[in-house]
């Protein structure tokens, strides 16, 4: 079991938006900022939004993250075929001393 | 451009100890406030983090795997390198470093970019 909880599953129509929820604890996301991956199997995972809501140089403007309390959410927009992949949200843990996943959201573009 | 590489065998049988080295480029283990973590991932499972190594040699493991785990690094070579102790099959998996990353607003940082990794598999 996965110490941050997300939907094992979403899915979407080209163009929609789609929501990825990310819930967890006040050791967790309560006192420390969430990340986001997207992850094709058999490829490395590449950091969507870092810091909650920050986007590295590169990544599309497409995808927005936010947090309150202890749940995160990362919105993408105008969603395409190309974003079909698993979605990892991370924090660290003041309890474990390191950063802990979700269990993953895999996302379908119907 | 940074980059990281894994590199360690694709199959171990139980008991033995598993050595795995991550080799990076673009930048240096030395500059203070870098880190190098190493996280996991089973076949169909998810990503479950595992160390992290500082440029100033302190390191953090994860309790749950009990002790098992050394971290060393060699600044000169750009390397880290991961020793896992006693495996077992439920250490099958897609083992991965990364660069920790942060900023002054988040000093814990977070993991970016990451190796493409390495498959590990543990079976008698």
């Known amino acids: 079991q996965s110490v941050l909880t997300q939907p094992p599953s979403a899915s979407g129509t080209p163009g929609q938006r789609v929501t990825i929820s990310c819930s967890g604890g006040s050791s967790n996301i309560g006192s420390n900022t969430v990340h986001w991956y997207h992850h094709v199997p058999g490829t490395a995972p590449k950091l969507l939004i870092y810091s909650n809501n920050q986007r590295p140089s590169g990544a599309p403007g497409r995808f927005s993250g936010s947090k309150s309390g202890t749940s995160a959410s990362l919105v993408i927009r105008g969603l395409q075929s190309g974003d079909e992949a698993d979605y990892y949200c991370?924090?660290?843990?003041?309890?474990?001393?390191?950063?802990?996943f979700g269990g993953g959201t895999k996302l379908t573009v119907l | 451009q940074i980059t990281l590489k894994e590199a360690g065998p694709t199959l171990l049988k139980p008991t033995q100890t598993l050595t795995l080295t991550c080799t990076f480029s673009?930048?240096?283990?030395?500059?203070?406030?870098?880190?190098v973590g190493w996280i996991r991932q089973p076949p169909g499972k998810s990503l479950e983090w595992l160390a992290v190594i500082y440029w100033d040699d302190n390191k953090q493991y994860s309790p749950s795997l009990n002790n098992r785990l050394t971290l060393t690094k060699d600044t000169s070579k750009n390397q880290v390198v991961l020793k896992i102790t006693n495996v077992d099959p439920v250490d099958t998996a897609t083992y991965y470093c990364?660069?920790?990353?942060?900023?002054?607003?988040?000093?814990?940082?977070?993991?970016?970019?990451w190796g493409q990794g390495t498959l590990v598999t543990v079976s008698s």
């Open positions: 990364a660069l920790r990353r942060n900023s002054g607003n988040d000093w814990r940082g977070w993991l970016d970019p």
């Open positions: 673009g930048f240096s283990l030395s500059t203070s406030g870098m880190g």
């Open positions: 991370a924090a660290w843990d003041d309890n474990l001393n390191g950063w802990v």
